[in-house]
């Protein structure tokens, strides 16, 4: 066919609309027009054969996006109709191969690669709803215009970097030398749906720069990585070539989607990187110079295959994690096999799922009837998702809304979405399925035949599990014996098999013992909930959450409807940080008054702990949902103090950001500043606040407030009005007192009273000049406090040197000596201000993330050894279950490998300490005040 004009330019009714099946028919006649039009003739009958008819009522009555680009580009729908969908591919191919010579921002990037993606989707899309394709021909197809355009854009942006003089190089055949693109994921394994997510990332040799050239080339490719992204997802209101991600940072102003072939070594080198590692186990080069990207796979291969176990205890969470993509746990089984039997059969490293599910069976890994299965599986996840994507114009798993619902099934070919859901989760439960097979291993079957144990109260057996007292949890046994009887037929041991060794193994035992046995007594039906738990993999987080943080979780204890909470399934819907916590979990209404404040942070900070110890969360949520409990329950707490005295009154509330904020065992210092006199009424507003906080609970639950960061001390005036305050920052305050008053941060009353309260602790960095002075006074209170106060132990992170406390005074004394200047750096999050300052050029951004890593590694120790009550390995010697939960809070895989990260954070702070706080010469500073 040979079309006279390539689009035709409609509005797009059809995405903002309600999907309406009984506007097929008028669809589908304004396109056969459209297409008259174009062609100067009638197709003709050709297009009423019946299965190219209800193909076009499906196109428009199901989907959204796909019918705007049909009536948009007419020529090329009937052309994929007509003489399918390769002569459209083709033309594509070669309208890519002529954007060689382009140039121009990503902008122009993307209005050059969208007409040439959508002629493409609209040809693929047009061949699997006909029949004419299989989804597996479809998605490779996909795959092969996804290289095409990742190499297009890739050398574009090089040559326009080259333009720029930003880069010393030649370009062959379009191609920078030393350059290449790497796929992972469902782009590297040919299981990519339209509209991804791309997993990409691009690599470049720095060594080929030299001088100033390299530190230019740096920067240019920093602005190719965020020009990348820019051009594949577009602008706000665009509709995205692909969504991409990268396995090398967030990707936040293309951050990660560009790294030196250094960066990348060093990163496999990392025992914290093994997801980079296993993204890179199975990649492959899909663009750029594909001689150098070959030899860089080759050079890495040593690194990842032999070193260590690539899984891990991470990687087998991370497979078992529940997702919206249906997709998911056949992607983790074809992972595990991937990257079990990759490093001795190369085939199985960017084989599709359902090539690795037959090649596993063929080499005896699994049962062929399992692997017909899941290749089955496979193709119906990847057929769900990819008519979704086509329905929506996006990257979505699946429908959100009625009328998307009926359109999802037809499309798929059901009659309803309830029975398309029925089909979708027997697969996926099939799925799971194979997955925890596969994770047991092969002697998992032989384990469910042995013997059972023939005395469960042997009272000497349980001492050597670690219980202190055999006789008695011998009696508590015998209870729960009873408790099942009285619950069903089933035996006590085959409810829980294996749970009082898995017990043992925590780091608090018997507190275990204790709290399961009050879960059973308070919770109905607790006895089948034990038992569904143990199937339904929830019984570990549980084991771990009662033995290790025993006393955090404590409050879900205390009455059946908090109970529940033990056993409620929980996922990817879990929050991750503080932000989405509270959001999830609001705190009460004013009218609960304190009492009701303090119930909801005990119940918070439970949930947090259980969510924590069983890995639904990582201990960085932990830290900022921990964090925000803390900040919204000062504020409750301040607002119902306020009420309670003088509603009127001008008095707010203000914090100091610190280390380990809300983290339980940690003082709060905070501060109040009176906006007008009044009386005795703010001074009674802020006593009643600070006797709320004495009231939230004791031990883990306690609060620490320290109000001695005041005009006075402890001896002056709780509020202290403007000028007080004022005072006391330029003259009374000692040096720990100033850098403090930095990090201010003002948290509660009228909106008057905080703006007063704003500008007055702004004072607190007005004059930098002091701060050299000040920067040596607090470097001889350093000094006195580690000698007087030493550490007993390397886990006391408080005390050590280069450890979190250190970490918090070089981000305090940098936002004190910066701040006057860049006034953002006193509201923002310490990890957002050390991305400004890298931005300001006050430190290069190898330091700003530096201390971001070791700031973020510190707290999460200190959540989890908060959560345990625990602080010395000499005195508690840690327990399997919970050196388990240590090394995931340091994101290793064994806690054999914490101690050398932790020796090697405190040595990098301790450097920088000298370098940014002592002012001794350093490449990572880069400006001063």
């Given at each position: 066919m040979s079309p006279r004009s390539f689009a035709k330019t409609v509005d797009s009714e059809f995405s903002n609309e309600t999907i309406d099946p009984t506007r097929a028919a008028s669809g589908a006649q304004r396109w056969r027009r459209a297409l008259a039009e174009s062609l100067g003739q009638d197709p003709g009958a050709t297009l009423d054969e019946p299965r190219r008819m209800l193909a076009m009522l499906k196109i428009f009555g199901s989907t959204r996006r796909l019918a705007d680009l049909c009536l948009k580009y007419p020529v090329f729908a009937g052309q994929a109709f007509l003489e399918g969908p390769s002569q459209v591919l083709a033309e594509a191919a070669r309208d890519l191969t002529a954007l060689n010579g382009g140039v121009g921002g990503p902008d122009a990037l993307y209005s050059a690669l969208s007409p040439i993606k959508n002629r493409a989707d609209i040809a693929i899309a047009v061949a699997e709803i006909s029949g004419q394709w299989t989804t597996g021909e479809a998605t490779a197809a996909r795959t092969d215009l996804a290289e095409r355009i990742v190499e297009t854009a890739l050398a574009w942006l090089v040559r326009v970097s080259v333009s720029r003089g930003e880069l010393p190089i030649t370009l062959d055949d379009s191609c920078a030398k030393g350059v290449f693109a790497l796929a992972g994921g469902d782009f590297a394994h040919e299981d990519l749906a339209p509209y991804g997510p791309l997993d990409v990332v691009a690599v470049y040799d720095a060594a080929a720069f030299e001088g100033p050239a390299a530190r230019m080339a740096e920067r240019a490719f920093v602005r190719i990585g965020a020009e990348f992204r820019e051009a594949f997802e577009g602008k706000p209101g665009d509709y995205p070539l692909y969504s991409v991600r990268t396995p090398f940072g967030n990707g936040v102003n293309g951050a990660g989607f560009v790294e030196s072939v250094a960066r990348v070594t060093a990163a496999l080198n990392n025992p914290q990187q093994n997801p980079a590692k296993r993204w890179l186990a199975a990649s492959r080069v899909v663009a750029g110079d594909r001689r150098s990207g070959g030899e860089f796979l080759e050079t890495i291969e040593e690194i990842i295959w032999s070193k260590g176990e690539l899984l891990g205890e991470n990687g087998r969470a991370e497979l078992q994690k529940m997702s919206d993509d249906p997709r998911q746990p056949f992607r983790a089984a074809s992972n595990l096999l991937r990257w079990s039997l990759g490093r001795s059969r190369a085939m199985f490293r960017t084989a599709s799922a359902r090539e690795v599910f037959k090649r596993a069976a063929e080499a005896g890994a699994i049962p062929a009837d399992i692997a017909a299965r899941l290749s089955v599986g496979a193709e119906f996840a990847q057929t769900l998702v990819a008519r979704a994507q086509t329905m929506k114009g996006a990257?979505?798993?699946?429908?959100?809304?009625?009328?998307?619902?009926?359109?999802?099934?037809?499309?798929?070919?059901?009659?309803?979405?309830?029975?398309?859901?029925?089909?979708?989760?027997?697969?996926?439960?099939?799925?799971?399925?194979?997955?925890?097979?596969?994770?047991?291993?092969?002697?998992?079957?032989?384990?469910?035949?042995?013997?059972?144990?023939?005395?469960?109260?042997?009272?000497?057996?349980?001492?050597?599990?670690?219980?202190?007292?055999?006789?008695?949890?011998?009696?508590?046994?015998?209870?729960?014996?009873?408790?099942?009887?009285?619950?069903?037929?089933?035996?006590?041991?085959?409810?829980?098999?294996?749970?009082?060794?898995?017990?043992?193994?925590?780091?608090?035992?018997?507190?275990?013992?204790?709290?399961?046995?009050?879960?059973?007594?308070?919770?109905?039906?607790?006895?089948?909930?034990?038992?569904?738990?143990?199937?339904?993999?929830?019984?570990?987080?549980?084991?771990?959450?009662?033995?290790?943080?025993?006393?955090?979780?404590?409050?879900?204890?205390?009455?059946?409807?908090?109970?529940?909470?033990?056993?409620?399934?929980?996922?990817?819907?879990?929050?991750?940080?503080?932000?989405?916590?509270?959001?999830?979990?609001?705190?009460?209404?004013?009218?609960?008054?304190?009492?009701?404040?303090?119930?909801?942070?005990?119940?918070?900070?439970?949930?947090?702990?259980?969510?924590?110890?069983?890995?639904?969360?990582?201990?960085?949520?932990?830290?900022?949902?921990?964090?925000?409990?803390?900040?919204?329950?000062?504020?409750?707490?301040?607002?119902?103090?306020?009420?309670?005295?003088?509603?009127?009154?001008?008095?707010?509330?203000?914090?100091?950001?610190?280390?380990?904020?809300?983290?339980?065992?940690?003082?709060?210092?905070?501060?109040?500043?009176?906006?007008?006199?009044?009386?005795?009424?703010?001074?009674?507003?802020?006593?009643?606040?600070?006797?709320?906080?004495?009231?939230?609970?004791?031990?883990?639950?306690?609060?620490?407030?320290?109000?001695?960061?005041?005009?006075?001390?402890?001896?002056?005036?709780?509020?202290?009005?403007?000028?007080?305050?004022?005072?006391?920052?330029?003259?009374?305050?000692?040096?720990?007192?100033?850098?403090?008053?930095?990090?201010?941060?003002?948290?509660?009353?009228?909106?008057?009273?905080?703006?007063?309260?704003?500008?007055?602790?702004?004072?607190?960095?007005?004059n930098p000049k002091r701060a050299e002075i000040l920067l040596r006074d607090l470097d001889r209170a350093r000094a006195q406090r580690l000698r007087r106060d030493r550490a007993g132990s390397p886990w006391d992170l408080e005390q050590s040197e280069g450890g979190l406390f250190d970490v918090e005074l070089i981000i305090s004394t940098l936002i004190y000596r910066h701040a006057g200047a860049q006034p953002a750096l006193q509201t923002a999050q310490p990890s957002e201000a050390l991305d400004h300052m890298a931005r300001a050029g006050i430190i290069n951004v190898e330091v700003a993330e530096t201390l971001k890593g070791a700031r973020a590694f510190w707290t999460r120790l200190a959540t989890a050894r908060a959560l345990a009550r625990w602080s010395d390995p000499q005195r508690e010697p840690v327990r399997p279950r919970f050196a388990a939960l240590l090394a995931r809070a340091a994101e290793v895989d064994s806690f054999a490998q914490v101690r050398p990260i932790m020796r090697g954070y405190a040595e990098e702070v301790t450097r920088l300490y000298a370098q940014l706080v002592l002012g001794r010469p350093s490449s990572g500073l880069q400006a001063s005040a």
């Open positions: 990257a979505a798993f699946g429908a959100a809304a009625a009328d998307e619902e009926s359109a999802l099934a037809s499309l798929c070919g059901f009659s309803d979405y309830a029975s398309l859901a029925a089909a979708r989760d027997g697969a996926l439960a099939d799925a799971r399925n194979a997955l925890t097979r596969l994770l047991e291993g092969p002697r998992a079957d032989f384990a469910r035949f042995r013997t059972a144990e023939r005395n469960p109260d042997d009272v000497d057996k349980l001492e050597d599990l670690g219980f202190r007292n055999g006789a008695n949890l011998s009696s508590l046994i015998d209870g729960w014996a009873e408790l099942c009887a009285a619950g069903g037929e089933a035996r006590f041991s085959e409810i829980a098999p294996g749970l009082l060794t898995s017990f043992g193994e925590t780091q608090h035992p018997d507190e275990a013992v204790r709290l399961f046995d009050r879960v059973l007594r308070v919770e109905e039906s607790s006895v089948r909930k034990v038992h569904s738990s143990t199937r339904a993999g929830v019984r570990d987080g549980l084991i771990d959450a009662l033995g290790c943080f025993g006393a955090a979780i404590e409050p879900l204890i205390e009455s059946n409807e908090a109970c529940a909470a033990l056993f409620e399934p929980r996922g990817a819907e879990t929050p991750n940080n503080g932000r989405e916590w509270l959001a999830r979990h609001a705190p009460p209404k004013e009218k609960a008054g304190a009492e009701g404040v303090a119930r909801w942070r005990r119940e918070q900070m439970a949930r947090v702990a259980l969510c924590a110890a069983a890995g639904d969360m990582g201990f960085d949520g932990a830290a900022s949902a921990l964090d925000a409990i803390h900040t919204t329950t000062l504020q409750r707490l301040f607002d119902v103090a306020h009420r309670e005295i003088d509603a009127t009154a001008e008095i707010s509330l203000h914090v100091f950001d610190g280390p380990a904020c809300g983290i339980p065992g940690y003082a709060t210092p905070l501060g109040f500043m009176s906006g007008s006199p009044s009386g005795d009424a703010h001074e009674e507003i802020a006593r009643l606040f600070v006797d709320s906080l004495g009231m939230l609970g004791e031990g883990l639950f306690a609060a620490a407030p320290d109000v001695s960061h005041r005009p006075g001390g402890i001896a002056g005036p709780l509020a202290p009005e403007a000028g007080q305050l004022r005072s006391y920052i330029q003259s009374e305050a000692v040096a720990h007192d100033q850098i403090l008053m930095a990090r201010a941060r003002v948290i509660a009353g009228p909106d008057k009273a905080q703006a007063a309260a704003t500008t007055t602790l702004r004072g607190a960095v007005a």
